[in-house]
């Protein structure tokens, strides 16, 4: 069923149901109103007679029985005897109200106990009951009745045409609520059509169907720049594969064509193969972890953040005792919720770039509090101009295009912290004169002292 459709069935629905209950409460108002009336004109029949089932005291437009408690009819129209009246002549019960067919008619009846002993009218005298009895006080109401029912089919004639008038203003609602909906499904279609990310839809005003449209308009932005950074790392990582390639492709012609090289020279030429291909296999597991961004399944866990990043310092140290580097770490406890082999990966990545910028003989100093890591060393330090981009993918420092490395170690410790919910920065070192890198995590609650 279409969204058409069921616009149109729950308003027809909806008001059938409206107008069903109104109509159904009307009739019982209207019942009850008249019922009311009917039972209030007995009550006065009974309660003006002076005398028991006068004739003389009746009230006009009353009829009235007086029936024993074996059945018997001692006087009235002649009307049949209800069950239910000789159980009150028997029982000698309250009041009570029936309603009876007879003859065609419809009588509403108060049924009024008489205990033996009450003196009747009999003749020029009076008579004593022998026996419990009941006296009937009734009238027709068969023209209330058909009243009653004519109103009946009248609303439920008016139902009908609520459903029919429901079905048709439901009808007009859905072509006006689905216009706007149809122009933004026929805009969404030509951007399809077109496939230009950068298209927009109109924006709207401040309800619902205007706040859709801001909200397809944010999408097709995350997905043009979604699109946009593929496009940049392909262009990048093409870029950067093409150095080692070029050179491993030129190292293994000279190896092929050359027969009179000498040994020295070939060791030569296959340690530098060697050593692109290192980095060409660290250019592709900084690209796949780059890639994967956000989209990591691994599980988001508290833990003790001075405690991974003193275990990070403990392997660097092997690495920078080569350059006869001291690292000194001080830290305090400190929880975060983490996703902890990225955070490792984002750990290692800052201690060997301070170790791959300070000179032999230098420090490095780290320090972990509060959710705070702050890493400096004793390297050149980053120029102020190229601060903004230390952290872009594939950006190297004029300076350090010598160096090894892919130029993605920082991007992919940015995009750590960042997914961590954290932010990262670039200073100047007071305590060692080179670079100082401060990444800032939110503490988990229940930190321990």
């Known amino acids: 069923m279409s969204f058409r459709a069921r616009v149109v069935w729950a308003t027809a629905v909806a008001v059938s149901l409206a107008v069903a209950v109104a109509s159904g409460a009307a009739l019982l108002v209207a019942r009850h109103a008249v019922m009311q009336a009917v039972d209030e004109s007995l009550i006065h029949s009974a309660t003006q007679s002076t005398t028991l089932i006068s004739e003389d005291d009746r009230v006009a437009g009353s009829g009235f029985e007086l029936v024993l408690a074996d059945g018997t009819v001692v006087s009235g129209r002649g009307f049949p005897v209800d069950k239910e009246v000789i159980n009150v002549a028997v029982q000698q019960s309250e009041n009570k109200f029936i309603t009876v067919e007879a003859g065609g008619v419809t009588l509403r009846e108060l049924v009024v106990p008489v205990p033996a002993g009450t003196e009747i009218p009999c003749g020029l005298s009076d008579c004593q009951l022998t026996q419990n009895a009941a006296q009937v006080f009734m009238t027709d109401i068969t023209g209330q009745r058909h009243q009653l029912q004519v109103l009946a089919v009248s609303l439920l004639i008016l139902t009908l045409v609520g459903l029919l008038l429901a079905a048709g203003l439901g009808y007009l609602a859905a072509a006006a609520i689905l216009r706007p909906l149809e122009s933004i499904n026929r805009e969404i279609d030509e951007i399809a059509a077109t496939r230009d990310l950068a298209r927009r839809v109109r924006e709207g005003g401040s309800d619902e169907i205007g706040q859709l449209r801001g909200t397809f308009n944010r999408l097709m932005s995350s997905v043009d720049e979604s699109q946009r950074l593929q496009r940049q790392l392909v262009l990048d990582a093409s870029h950067e594969l093409r150095t080692p390639l070029t050179s491993l492709r030129t190292n293994t012609q000279v190896l092929a064509s050359t027969g009179s090289i000498d040994e020295s020279e070939r060791r030569q030429i296959v340690d530098d193969m060697l050593v692109q291909i290192n980095e060409l296999a660290s250019l592709v597991t900084d690209l ?162």
């Open 288 to 449: 796949g972890e780059l890639t994967r961004g956000e989209q990591s399944d691994e599980e988001v866990v508290k833990l003790r953040l001075d405690e991974l990043v003193e275990e990070a310092v403990e392997i660097a140290r092997t690495h920078a005792r080569t350059k006869s580097i001291d690292i000194v770490f001080r830290g305090s406890p400190t929880e975060v919720s983490v996703r902890q082999n990225r955070m490792v990966r984002a750990v290692n990545n800052l201690l060997n770039n301070a170790i791959k910028f300070t000179p032999e003989g230098g420090e490095v100093q780290v320090s972990c509090a509060h959710g705070v890591i702050r890493v400096d060393d004793s390297g050149p330090g980053v120029p102020n101009d190229e601060k903004p981009r230390i952290f872009d993918r594939f950006w190297r420092s004029p300076s350090a295009r010598s160096l090894p490395g892919s130029g993605l170690g920082l991007a992919i410790v940015a995009q750590v912290v960042h997914e961590a919910g954290g932010t990262i920065a670039v200073e100047d070192s007071v305590t060692c004169g080179g670079a100082s890198f401060v990444v800032t995590l939110p503490e988990s609650s229940g930190r321990n002292a």
